[in-house]
């Protein structure tokens, strides 16, 4: 079975849901961990079945509860290096210390609680994992609004993987292979995750039954990347936050069953809306965000026509309204024989959208 869920497109957050077989990731994590929890249960999706969390780029409505929802599920997170070391600088940006230094300390402190967990573990001690997870569970409604993780201690894609953390019986592989322990987790370090997993865009890779293809996206962030994942021969892609539509992403847009694309702004709304003028000169940069026009000429002159579903996401509040964004992509796709009004959906920022199967 494939299915694609939207919990929440826009600036105040970015999360859907990727299933294919017995794998599920979560693309992005830009809501807190209680309100993803509780938009993935209204559609009928489970938190505790996530295999694993990829990231597009390090911007806050994409990663605002990462750390959280990793920890409380014990799953690894998929980054570009460059993305997971300017995810670490944003969580702790006052810490004077170099990546690798941070690197170094934090392979000396897991060494260090291994160690602890060992000696209590051999004194017939309370399990150190048990009293972290009473802890997150008191302070999870003030810890959620915060991200906070810690680092990997793999970082090479498909290498030996973490096993996920005492309080869910969830393991990250899908097809259930065998791994070591990890060291209980310590909420003093903001960057500790149960594991990470970096990629390359350019270089595809699998995370269980889905097959991930990271590409390069033009957008004003450390090392951004748009996906296309297939899983049972369904190509589904992600092209959101980018400024302009480059031959390279065009080429990754092609033959899909679901396409996910930016349509951010009309450009009269924002050329007259409330932002100051160096906000609308980065939206509407080369690196900045999609215009509907901008959906619309890539729909009309470039795009294949073959995806049974077109979602429009990332729609400013401020400078777009859902009825512009429809209407332009509309008459972009008119000329298309199979398409079909129904299979034009807009995704929401306050509400998830039912899931689409496959």
Not at 230 to 253: H, S, W
Request: proline share 6%.
């Amino acid at each position: 079975m494939v299915r694609f869920t939207v919990l929440s497109s826009g600036s105040k957050g970015n999360s859907s849901v990727v299933t294919g077989g017995r794998t599920r990731i979560l693309v992005d994590c830009g809501l807190s961990c209680r309100e993803l929890f509780r938009r993935m249960k209204l559609v009928g999706e489970e938190p505790e079945t996530l295999n694993a969390i990829i990231i597009t780029h390090e911007h806050s409505d994409h990663v605002r509860g990462v750390a959280v929802t990793a920890r409380k599920l014990g799953i690894p997170v998929y980054f570009t290096e460059a993305t997971h070391q300017a995810w670490t600088h944003w969580l702790a940006p006052r810490k004077q210390m170099t990546y690798a230094q941070w690197l170094e300390q934090y392979h000396k402190e897991v060494t260090e609680r291994q160690a602890e967990a060992n000696a209590a573990a051999e004194e017939g001690e309370p399990d150190e994992s048990d009293l972290a997870e009473a802890s997150e569970d008191r302070s999870f409604s003030s810890e959620e609004h915060h991200t906070g993780a810690k680092a990997p201690d793999s970082f090479a894609i498909n290498s030996a993987r973490l096993k996920s953390c005492p309080d869910t019986k969830q393991s990250f592989s899908a097809a259930g292979d065998a791994m070591p322990e990890v060291a209980p987790v310590k909420a003093k370090d903001p960057a500790w995750l149960p594991a990470v997993e970096h990629f390359q865009a350019g270089e595809p890779f699998e995370i269980g039954d889905i097959r991930v293809s990271p590409y390069t996206i033009p957008h004003d962030a450390t090392d951004p990347c748009g996906f296309v994942f297939c899983a049972e021969g369904v190509r589904m892609a992600f092209a959101t936050d980018l400024g302009y539509i480059p031959p390279n992403v065009k080429a990754q847009l092609q033959g899909l069953d679901l396409l996910l694309l930016e349509s951010n702004h009309d450009l009269e709304m924002l050329r007259d809306g409330p932002y100051p003028w160096s906000v609308k000169q980065r939206v509407l940069s080369r690196v900045g965000h999609l215009s509907n026009e901008a959906a619309a000429s890539f729909l009309e002159n470039d795009y294949d026509g073959h995806a049974a579903y077109v979602i429009l996401a990332h729609l400013s509040e401020s400078n777009n309204l859902p009825e512009l964004a429809r209407v332009t992509a509309e008459r972009a796709l008119l000329g298309r024989a199979n398409f079909a009004t129904e299979r034009l959906l807009l995704a929401n920022q306050h509400e998830p959208l039912p899931p689409i199967y496959f």
